[in-house]
Each structure stands twice: as C-alpha cells, then as structure tokens.
C-alpha cells in the first residue's frame, strides 16, 4: 500500500545535539512538507518542497534545515539552533498542482532531554 | 479508534452562493477540533479551531461549531469568493501529539 512513513513515533534526544528526522513516501508525489504541532495552537509550516532538489522556507524555519534529494525522502533536521524543539512533527505529501489534497504522515513526537 | 469523517468533493460553487462542509469526527476522549485550508501550491494553513464543546471558531467568513452532541465541525460560509477556491481539512487533535485529518475537501468558486 502507498503512503508516507514517519520514523520513529518518539524520539528523544539531548539538549544541544542536532537530530534528524525521517520522512519517505512511495506515492510518487512531487511536494513533500513539514509542519510542527505544539499542544493547543495547531499545525505550522517549518519547510515545504514542491521539487527535488528544490525547497523553501515555511512560516517557522529558524533553527531547521531539510534537503530533498530523491523524490520519496525529506528528511527534516531540528538543529540545537531551535529554541524550542519538543513538539509534535507531521510530514505530508501531494500531487504537484492546484487543489491537491495532502496526505499526512503518522508524525513524530520529539523530545529534548 | 479515533477519526475524521468530512464530506467528499469536489465542490464547485458559484460567487456569493452558501458553503457548508461537512465533518463528524469519532473519539473516545475531548478533542480540539480545527479546519486547515491549503491554497493552491501552498502548505496547509490554520482557518480556525475550537477547544469546547459549543465553541465557535471563525475567521475570513467562515464559522464552525463544536457540537458535540452530534459530533460534527461543519464549516460554514454565507457568501463565497473566487479567491475561496481551496482544499479544506477538518482535522481533530486529542492529546497534543496525534493528529486526525480527514480526507479533504476541494472548493472551487466560479465568478
């Protein structure tokens, strides 16, 4: 079956050290994005990418990095930059073009030790 | 288990006519419950929430009630534009650290 894959569900990680987070899908869809969910204030866009090789920044970037070198992958980095990095962490995909529904990953809830 | 049932498209409307979406959700315990809109080449962006039961969340026009006696998030417009043509996602959110998104919604307005 298609779909995207988040892993892992929890990560923990200590204060200071860059992590990584994984996100592939075998939709064969073009635009991949990042959101971040803190409790009570709904999802934001950290990062969106509608092409390989090609992204650009969401509403909340500082202290993220991604890079989309194949199609099926966008992996997120939360870099000790970000002030505050524990949060809930939603990877979505679509068809390149307009009035495309998003297909949304299970997600990863990152934890800063 | 927990979901997010909303009623299909595509929706195709004329301006200034009335929109309502359905949504009706499922969950064992109190959600929030949030309408995403994604415009065309965008990512998806927060139209309005409700943490309550009979909360009312609205913005740009729209309205949805928290019922939760029938436990639906119908989102509402008495007067539609062109530049409302979108996907809407109803969207329910139990602990803070999952997400249920329903299957979206497409709205074009014509002039």
């Known amino acids: 079956d298609g779909g995207i894959t988040q892993s892992p569900k929890y990560l923990f990680r200590k204060e200071g050290q860059n992590v990584t987070l994984s996100c592939e899908q075998n939709?064969?869809?073009?635009?991949m994005y990042w959101y971040r969910q803190d409790p009570g204030q709904g999802l934001r866009l950290i990062y969106y990418?509608?092409?390989?090789?090609?992204?650009q920044k969401g509403d909340i970037a500082e202290g993220y990095s991604v890079s989309r070198e194949k199609k099926e992958s966008f992996p997120l980095t939360v870099t000790s930059a970000q002030k505050n990095p524990t949060a809930f962490y939603l990877c979505?995909?679509?068809?390149?073009?307009?009035?495309?529904?998003?297909?949304f990953g299970d997600g990863t809830r990152l934890s800063i030790l | 288990g927990d979901s997010v049932t909303q009623m299909e498209g595509p929706v195709t409307l004329s301006e200034e006519a009335c929109l309502t979406i359905n949504c009706t959700y499922t969950a064992t315990g109190y959600p929030s419950l949030f309408w995403y809109v994604q415009y065309p080449g965008e990512g998806l962006q927060l139209l309005l929430k409700a943490t309550k039961a009979d909360d009312k969340g609205s913005n740009k026009g729209f309205e949805a009630t928290y019922r939760k006696e029938t436990t639906s998030f119908h989102l509402e417009k008495g007067s539609v534009q062109v530049s409302d043509s979108a996907v809407y996602f109803c969207a329910l959110d139990l602990t803070g650290n999952q997400f249920y998104f329903g299957t979206g919604t497409s709205l074009t307005v014509i002039p």
């Open positions: 979505a995909s679509s068809i390149a073009g307009d009035s495309q529904p998003q297909h």
């Open positions: 990418s509608q092409i390989v090789n090609d992204f």
């Open positions: 939709l064969n869809h073009d635009a």
